[in-house]
């Protein structure tokens, strides 16, 4: 397949007009890209499949925090995180038991993709055959990488969502509570979602901790001081531990890749165990504005405490599903928390350019998930490909900026998935 257009390699640059040459997907061997070139397209080369000499080529998005079940509850509004949990998303998730689980997929796959997400970390519920049946969809079904697993829970939420690590717990042995893999395919990963410590006993984290131990291939993902009632209430739950971090530190969840959604309210202790275990902050920006969580301080997290930062969507406490959107909130944050504060404070603030917020959306989102050869135009990356309509007033050094702010999914012509051009309205 060979797709024509201004190509955006560098979000520092403007892009150039050239053509890249992708290879078919082979077996579980995905699609990848085979040669990239500068200038007009040889006619040698004939006509272009995709694309066009006035159009935009870029690499398709990563997302490292979504919840499938949670993709129409988007936008119940009004209530703080805990109690947006019992009445909202709990009884969406129970749904799920009975017959939810493919209907939610798919429109969760359509909207992701309609987007030119590519990449996504996900949950699903914490019923196993449901979760299974999601994730098995997701891999025979869909062009998606993703990374995803059955939400690990048993207490503080309905019985339809903690049955059953409840009953599992009780056989002799009890199964494993991370679901098995669906596919033999790189681009499909199993994860241990141990949903957060409020709905987790001790014991159930430690078990989730066990099954990771000697299994680097799992990544853990779960959810830490989200919001300030939330960290009062893990104090209550656990009172012999000295913060919320060490919560997942004593049940061996904190380890290289793990990813933590949210993060905002964390002490230096916890930032220092957070970088020192390898672990990975997720901010959520427009889900912690949605609930008024609290404000990332995205430079303290990085840059003094040298904590690895991706970001996520966060639907549906997130409101939007595409990526740009959400790099534009990370911006908009960091100019909101300069703005609420002065002085030095203030100075150590510091607002991400949209060449940043651009690279975090794709490839260091990718690096971070363990997909360096995603969302990148490289010789040898996977084929993961938009192409985009954008007026020609765009193509200069502004043009990631450009992007962010007027980001729409009608700026996508063509969406090219594992090497595939995709309709995401035929999934």
Known sequence: M????????????????????????????PASIDSIAFGELPSDVGPPDIGGRDRLICPAFADAHFHVPQVDSVGCDGMPLLEWLDTVIFPAETWWARGGAIPDTRTAARRLISQGTALVAAYLTAHAEAAREAATFLATRTPLRFIAGRVAMDRCAPEGLTGEDIARAKLAPPPSPIMPAVSRSPRHRISANPRFAISCTPELMAEVGWAVKDRPEVIVQTHLAETLPECARVRELFPHLPHYTAVYDEAGLLRRGTLLAHAIHLADEELDIIRERGSIAVHCPTANTFLQAG??????????????????????????VAMPRVARGMIEVAKMLKMTRSGSAANRVKIPSPAEAWDMITRRNADLLGAPRCCRLEVGAEADVLVLRAPDSWFDEHVVGRLIYNWSADLIESRVMNGQVINPSSI
């Open 2 to 29: 060979i797709v024509q257009g201004r190509l955006l390699i560098d979000p520092l640059h403007p892009p150039e007009l050239g053509w890249i040459s992708i290879n078919q997907p082979v077996g579980d061997t």
């Open 295 to 320: 404000l990332f301080d995205l430079a303290r997290t990085n840059e003094d405490f040298g904590v690895q930062v991706a970001l996520g969507t966060d639907v549906a406490a997130g409101p939007d």
